[in-house]
């Protein structure tokens, strides 16, 4: 099992940054994908950003490319996602997962753009 807790979220004004944290524990994290899925009230789940643990290769939703970075730090075990230039629908729900074989997640984090 992996155990995977999130920090950082918050409210802030269109045009601002916040970075989350998704703290990992369990097992190793080799051949995981660990990365950010968001959640807006009445829409679909969307896959954010993700890092594959082993190699780095990292992938973003066209929506936050250029704004968003997502980072990892072997000796922490933990996910970084640096979000820049913020939007107001960049509002949502944030879920750190990791995935191989099976999916875990984390309990979600409020970020909230105001105009």
């Known amino acids: 099992q992996v155990q995977l807790v999130e920090s950082g979220g918050g409210l802030v004004q269109a045009g601002d940054s916040l970075r989350l944290s998704c703290a990992t524990s369990?097992?190793?994290?080799?051949?995981?994908?660990v990365g950010w899925f968001r959640q807006a009230p009445g829409e679909e789940r969307e896959c954010v950003a993700a890092?594959?643990?082993?190699?780095?290769?990292?992938y973003y939703a066209d929506s936050v490319k250029g704004r968003f970075t997502i980072s990892r730090d072997n000796a922490k075990r933990t996910v970084y996602l640096q979000m820049n230039s913020l939007k107001p629908e960049d509002t949502a729900v944030y879920y750190c997962?990791?995935?191989?074989?099976?999916?875990?997640w984390g309990q979600g984090t409020q970020v909230t753009v105001s105009s």
């Open positions: 890092i594959n643990w082993n190699d780095g290769n990292t």
């Open positions: 369990g097992r190793t994290l080799n051949n995981l994908s």
């Open positions: 997962f990791s995935n191989y074989l099976r999916t875990y």
